[in-house]
């Protein structure tokens, strides 16, 4: 939901910018195009590398782990058996079942990664993965604000274009209320308003910026 807002309010604003600048309708179905395609790009690169990383040190910790465990077995050993104590269990059992664990590396390392470190070996997340739902995202949040220069007549284009964003806007706001909790009309219309006051920032910006040039 977080993507498809920057998509809507990011093109939304460009749009709104260069039509302030009193860009013909092909220039803002390209600024649009080109909104969505750089955008969508952008935030796929940058979760790429921020999912990549993570996973980097996540693996890191992992192998540092791995080499405790193969140098110091009974010392990892006695870690669990600490662990499991503060779970409740009694001081002899906990040792019992850490010395059982310890004794197959492969499910130590396993055990120690998940219970010590707070990591699940098999989801350390996919770097392509958020980033093909980082562009698609964006990219269908950005889509929306464009698609009336792409399906009807210039003159009629731009105000279709205020319409569908505002009601998208009123809808990711009402949608996220399910997870925050608040009402869904207030949250629709704090969306609303936030988005609304960026498009007629960067509206009245490009309208001077425009004024400027010309």
Not at 119 to 145: C, Q, T
Request: proline share 3%; net charge negative.
């Amino acid at each position: 939901m977080f993507g498809i807002n920057d998509g809507l309010v990011s093109n939304a604003s460009l749009i709104m910018g260069m039509a302030g600048a009193a860009a013909d309708s092909r220039t803002l179905l390209l600024a649009g195009v080109a909104g969505l395609l750089a955008g969508a790009f952008s935030m796929a690169a940058g979760e790429y590398v921020s999912v990549r990383s993570q996973r980097e040190v996540f693996e890191y910790q992992i192998a540092l782990e791995r080499a405790e465990l193969e140098e110091y077995p009974e010392a990892e050993a006695e870690e669990l058996a600490i662990i499991y104590q503060a779970k409740g269990l009694a001081r002899d059992e906990a040792r019992r079942i850490a010395g059982t664990l310890i004794a197959d590396p492969e499910r130590a390392l396993d055990t120690l990664a998940r219970e010590e470190l707070g990591l699940n070996p098999d989801e350390l997340g996919s770097p392509w993965g958020a980033a093909i739902a980082s562009f698609v995202a964006f990219g269908a949040g950005a889509l929306i604000p464009l698609l009336p220069f792409l399906v009807l007549d210039a003159r009629l284009a731009f105000g279709w274009t205020v319409t569908l964003t505002a009601l998208a806007l009123f809808s990711v706001g009402a949608v996220l209320s399910l997870y925050t909790g608040r009402g869904a009309v207030v949250s629709g219309i704090r969306m609303l308003a936030i988005g609304a006051a960026a498009g007629l920032a960067t509206y009245g910006i490009g309208a001077l910026v425009g004024v400027a040039v010309a």
